[in-house]
């Protein structure tokens, strides 16, 4: 092999492991974000099936025909 070869692979390597240095916390951080975003949400519709009234029948329904 001739060295410019070496150093092309040498390169490739190292651009990849910066590569996964570099998504590893960047997924984390997504994650968590998507995490939190979620968890408001649930938080909201449990706040509101509190605030919701329950709502008593009517009666009767009226005869049809």
Known sequence: ???????????????????QQLWRPVSLLSFMDCFRGIAWLISAVVL??????????AGKAPAAH
């Open 1 to 19: 092999m001739s060295t410019s070869k070496v150093l092309d692979m040498a390169r490739t390597t190292e651009t990849e492991v910066l590569d």
């Open 48 to 57: 509101s099936l509190f605030l919701i009234r329950r709502f008593k029948p």
